[in-house]
Nanobody, 119 residues
Framework: QVRLMESGGGLVQAGGSLRLSCRAS????????MRWYRQAPGKQRELVAA??????TSYVDSVKGRFTISRDNVNTVHLQMNSLKPEDTAVYYC??????????????WGQGTQVTVSS
């Protein structure tokens, strides 16, 4: 059973930093891409950052230059968030797109971690 577990959320003042982590376990296949999403109250879920198995990264315009997505040598992905703004307040989710048997791709989601940025 694939599981993704986020950690690192919390309360921070505007201009501060947080580092989110997502640990994947039970992987039965290869990870194609890992992504961070966020969802603020009353708003749609938004793709924040992504990293491919080859290390290519992408970001939504609003976080470029402030957020960095990375992956270590285990099934863990990080999101370093600097210069945080109140509009970054949201529940942050990690998601993994995994290629499994018969070249079937499936998406798996963590439970989310709350990030609150005070002004």
């Amino acid at each position: 059973q694939v599981r993704l577990m986020e950690s690192g959320g919390g309360l921070v003042q505007a201009g501060g930093s947080l580092r989110l982590s997502c640990r994947a376990s039970g992987i039965d296949g290869s990870i194609n891409v890992m992504r961070w999403y966020r969802q603020a109250p009353g708003k749609q879920r938004e793709l924040v950052a992504a990293i491919t198995s080859g290390g290519s990264t992408s970001y939504v315009d609003s976080v470029k230059g402030r957020f960095t997505i990375s992956r270590d040598n285990v099934n863990t992905v990080h999101l370093q968030m600097n210069s945080l703004k109140p509009e970054d307040t949201a529940v942050y989710y990690c998601a993994a797109n995994i290629r499994q048997v018969y070249n079937v791709f499936n998406d798996y989601w963590g439970q989310g971690t709350q990030v609150t940025v005070s002004s």
